[in-house]
C-alpha cells in the first residue's frame, strides 16, 4: 500500500510561481512512474507531467518550458515547480503513483491540493 499526500497549493497572482510536493509512504520501494495530475471544474482530470523512477520526464504541452517535474527518492517526494502561471493552470492538482505487483499495477492518488491563479 502506498499513501500520497500533497501540499503546496494556494492563491497567487499571473505570472508568480509556485512549488507542489508530494509526500509517498507506505510501500515506496516499489514505486514506479510518479505523475501530476490536474481538474479544473467541469472538466476531466489530465495528466501534467510524469517522471520515472530513472528520472525520465514528460510534460504535456501546455505546461512545457513552464513546469518542472522531479523526485527526491531519498526523501520519498515528489515535486511540481509551476513557474509562470496563467489563470488557465488553475485546478486542483494530484500526486499519482504506479506500483508494479506480480498479479498486475496498482494504481495510488493523492487528495489534491487546489491551485488558483488570479488574472
Known amino acids: 500500500q502506498v499513501q500520497l499526500v500533497e501540499s503546496g497549493g494556494g492563491l497567487v497572482q499571473a505570472g508568480e510561481s509556485l512549488r507542489l510536493s508530494c509526500a509517498a509512504s507506505?510501500?515506496?520501494?516499489?514505486?514506479?512512474?510518479m505523475a501530476w495530475y490536474r481538474q479544473a471544474p467541469g472538466k476531466q482530470r489530465e495528466s501534467v507531467a510524469t517522471i520515472t523512477s530513472g528520472g525520465t520526464t514528460n510534460y504535456a504541452d501546455s505546461v512545457k518550458g513552464r513546469f518542472t517535474i522531479s523526485r527526491d527518492n531519498a526523501k520519498n517526494t515528489l515535486y511540481l515547480q509551476m513557474n509562470s502561471l496563467k489563470p488557465e493552470d488553475t485546478a486542483v492538482y494530484y500526486c499519482?503513483?504506479?506500483?508494479?505487483?506480480?498479479?498486475?499495477?496498482?494504481?495510488?492518488w493523492g487528495q489534491g491540493t487546489q491551485v488558483t491563479v488570479s488574472s
Open positions: 507506505g510501500s515506496v520501494a516499489s514505486i514506479n512512474a
Open positions: 499519482n503513483a504506479d506500483r508494479l505487483v506480480g498479479w498486475g499495477v496498482a494504481l495510488y
